[in-house]
């Protein structure tokens, strides 16, 4: 699994430590400072009283003033985490002098009620005084040498009575002191203000026994921080800070990233939401793979099993997948033959078969108003119960005419109508008669066959079919009939009546 870029506002550089609630990582904040981010999954009592015991530890060093600049402390539901940043100065440790014994001493009686000791504590030495470089959150110490390490700092002066010696002898062993005190000073203070500087070699690739052999001599103070990285050698330094060829003095802190790739296997999945699944394999170090989904009697979305299974060992950062539930596997049903049914009738039929009527689609058609033309599925198709069917029924035919009037013959020098579906000669009328114009356009068909087209005239001249022809519907058929006092109109569509008119005499 790839290392995330992210947490929150900070850009992740690597991950130093991750067990149980807590996780630590070497991060870079908005505004380019490097420091450790405490990252704290605060999903149980443990995990809660450990966060907000570790901030009242801070709120007790803020109030001394020890903290670096830029400690920042966030308690919002899903990230309750501590920046502090990097503070680069001399260890504190051993503490040389009243002042810096004393100010060490404040801090571990601030510390004390809520369980810190001097070993959770990374003291430096700075030009402002003591500042606390770093606390370990989790407070896990051994008492015995915390007994031992910070009994001089937490001792009463004034618990300790002098033994009276005989005054002749009494300060011989103070001037012996004074005398080496003096030296020691000044070899110290010479070395103080003229220290001299080392270049830091390439300790990559080296153990940790021979990398501190190498600096042992360099008075460097050694920090040791843990990494997973399964592709590199483990028990190796893969990182260090300050990088080879930089040029330090004395009491610099050295980083060395130490690889320790994690050893586990994957947890146990089946029986939780697919989403909870998931962030419980990002937290054990691994990345979620594409899921994949199968019936059965459990609830969509609950995971079944996982590839690998659960307890199998794999590396960190490995995928996994995971399989799901599509729930219960459908019922199938038969969709009827509906063409040629009411609508009604199909409905009907549509609820019996367990499924649903989708949308109705209408068109002109010369069949009975509401009449199945289509279906959609077709026929014969086996369908998930509650599927949606989808109807195209026919419906009420509509034409449209032109202002109807008397309109003269042509003339012998001109030529009928273009695509008039009747050529009417040139001839006088007789009286009572007058041409009247057709224009009749047809409605759309799914079928690919012609319709069959028949305009039958009735007027003072008797009945006839002055139209009788094939066309495809959607084409408009054009023309004039002639006629004599009132007219009426009917045309039929394959034998159907599709529309009927009048046209009175004027």
Same mark, same amino acid.
């Given at each position: 699994?790839?290392?995330? &870029? ?9 991950? +130093?430590?991750? &067990? ?16 450790? $981010? ?21 709120? !007790? ?9 830029? @400690? ?16 680069? /100065? ?26 810190? !000791? ?21 407070? *896990? ?40 005190? #003096? ?6 203070? /010479? ?64 980083? $060395?990233? #130490? ?30 793979? #594409? ?39 459908? %019922? ?13 009738? !199909? ?11 989708? *949308?109705?689609?209408? #068109? ?7 009449? @199945? ?17 989808? $109807? ?5 035919? +509509? ?17 009928? =109508? ?8 040139? /001839?006088?009328?007789?009286?009572? &008669? ?28 008797? &009945?006839?079919? =002055? ?10 058929? *054009? ?19 599709? %529309? *009927? ?6």
């Amino acid at each position: 699994m790839k290392m995330p &870029e992210r947490i929150g506002p900070f850009t992740i550089l690597r991950q +130093e430590h991750s &067990e149980d609630y807590l996780s630590v990582w070497k991060v870079r904040n908005p505004s380019e400072v490097l420091g450790r $981010l405490y990252w704290f999954d605060v999903k149980g009592p443990e995990a809660r009283a450990a966060f907000f015991r570790f901030r009242k530890a801070l709120k !007790a060093l803020g109030a001394l003033g020890v903290l670096p600049k830029g @400690v920042e402390i966030s308690a919002k539901p899903g990230s309750y985490y501590v920046f502090w940043p990097s503070y680069d /100065a001399p260890s504190a440790l051993p503490a040389k002098g009243r002042r810096v014994i004393r100010e060490v001493g404040k801090i571990l009686e601030a510390l004390r009620p809520l369980g810190y !000791a001097l070993t959770d504590l990374d003291l430096r030495l700075g030009d402002e005084g003591v500042r606390v470089a770093a606390l370990d959150p989790t407070g *896990e110490h051994d008492e015995a040498e915390v007994a031992r390490l910070g009994g001089r700092f937490l001792k009463s002066p004034s618990s300790a009575k002098p033994q009276r010696r005989p005054q002749a002898v009494a300060w011989m062993p103070g001037l012996l002191l004074a005398i080496l005190g #003096l030296w020691l000073f000044a070899a110290g203070s /010479a070395r103080y203000l003229n220290p001299p500087e080392f270049s830091v070699p390439d300790l990559r690739g080296k153990d940790p026994r021979a990398a501190l052999e190498m600096v042992h001599e360099m008075g460097l103070k050694v920090v040791f921080t843990l990494a997973s990285e399964p592709d590199q050698p483990r028990d190796l330094i893969i990182e260090q800070n300050p990088p080879p060829g930089t040029r330090v003095k004395p009491g610099r802190t050295l980083e $060395l990233v #130490l690889n320790r790739p994690k050893e586990s296997s994957v947890p146990h999945l089946a029986g939780m939401p697919l989403s909870k699944a998931q962030r419980k394999l990002q937290d054990a170090g691994y990345l979620p793979g #594409l899921p994949a989904a199968g019936y059965s009697e459990e609830p969509e979305g609950t995971v079944l099993a996982s590839s690998p299974p659960a307890g199998a060992p794999l590396p960190q950062n490995a995928s996994v997948r995971l399989l799901t539930s599509d729930g219960p596997m459908p %019922q199938k049903t038969l969709l009827p033959d509906l063409t040629g049914l009411s609508l009604e009738e !199909a409905e009907y039929l549509i609820s019996v078969a367990e499924l649903r009527l989708g *949308e109705v689609r209408t #068109l002109p058609s010369p069949q009975p108003e509401d009449t @199945v033309l289509s279906q959609s599925p077709p026929a014969g198709v086996a369908l998930d119960v509650g599927s949606p069917v989808v $109807l195209t029924v026919s419906g009420k035919a +509509e034409v449209l005419l032109p202002e109807e009037g008397l309109i003269q013959p042509p003339s012998a020098h001109e030529e009928p =109508p273009a695509g008039s579906a009747l050529n009417t000669p040139p /001839a006088d009328l007789a009286p009572g &008669e007058r041409i009247v114009p057709i224009r009749v356009p047809l409605p759309p068909s799914n079928s690919q066959n012609p319709v069959h087209v028949q305009l039958v005239v009735v007027d003072k001249n008797g &009945e006839r079919t =002055p139209i009788d022809t094939f066309a495809r519907g959607g084409t408009t058929l *054009e023309g004039s009939v002639r006629v004599k006092g009132d007219a009426r109109f009917m045309l039929f569509l394959d034998g159907f009546a599709y %529309q *009927e008119w009048s046209s009175p005499a004027p």
